[in-house]
């Protein structure tokens, strides 16, 4: 596609529940990222892929968050047993490989209730 | 890991004036600086980038400057226009992969 797709755009969930948040990279990265941004601040990182591997999960915060990209294009970030401190916007970004810039998506915001 | 410090947090300047944000990072080996400009509920946008083995770059109305002693950089914006007002974060990165952004400064640009 033109861009970094993320879907959903906006999602309300209940404390305790599952949710997956969907990133569609841009077509031919090879590399794709998550990052997590609270409010007023800067980006944090979780995950990176390099095709189908997590070639670095050392951000994800706790192992209730997984991250998985089977086909080495699009990639679903899944949180079990969600908390109000996971609430924050959920941003995915991708690269045509190392050392390459980024472009970031528009992001999930996720609201924990 | 790497810690990447940003200042001001909030910076206002009237149109047509200069605006210089500041970071620093602690990582040595950290080689990659870009910054990005975030519009209010927006997604970042890469505006420019600087690698280690360059002091300086410029694009049109911005720059950033790199001293790598120090482990500081700056970005510059010069005859800023209104459409300049969003929030810009600073990066650092030695792998190309993992970025370490700061907290971000938030630019008015007063007509």
């Known amino acids: 596609g033109a861009g970094v797709s993320q879907t959903p755009s906006n999602k309300v969930t209940e404390k305790g529940k599952y949710v997956e948040l969907r990133c569609d990279p841009i077509?031919?990265?090879?590399?794709l990222y998550w990052y997590r941004q609270s409010l007023g601040q800067g980006p944090e990182f979780l995950i990176y892929f390099q095709g189908t591997g997590a070639a670095d999960d050392s951000g994800l915060p706790n192992d209730r968050f997984f991250a998985v990209r089977p086909e080495g294009s699009v990639s679903t970030l899944k949180i079990q047993r969600t908390e109000r401190g996971d609430s924050a916007v959920y941003l995915c970004a991708s690269s045509p490989g190392h050392g390459n810039p980024y472009t970031f998506g528009s992001g999930t915001r996720l609201t924990v209730v | 890991g790497e810690n990447v410090e940003q200042h001001p947090s909030t910076l206002s300047v009237q149109e047509g004036d200069s605006a210089v944000i500041k970071c620093t990072y602690s990582?040595?080996?950290?080689?990659?600086f870009p910054w990005y400009k975030q519009e209010l509920g927006k997604r970042p946008q890469l505006i420019i980038d600087?690698?280690?083995?360059?002091g300086e770059k410029k694009d049109q109305r911005i720059a950033v400057t790199l001293n790598k002693t120090a482990k500081h950089f700056s970005l510059h914006i010069t005859e800023t226009q209104p459409e300049d007002s969003a929030v810009y974060f600073c990066a650092a990165s030695k792998t190309g992969n993992q970025f370490y952004f700061g907290t971000g400064t938030s630019l008015t640009v007063i007509p």
């Open positions: 990582d040595s080996a950290s080689n990659y």
């Open positions: 077509s031919g990265h090879t590399a």
């Open positions: 600087i690698r280690s083995n360059v």
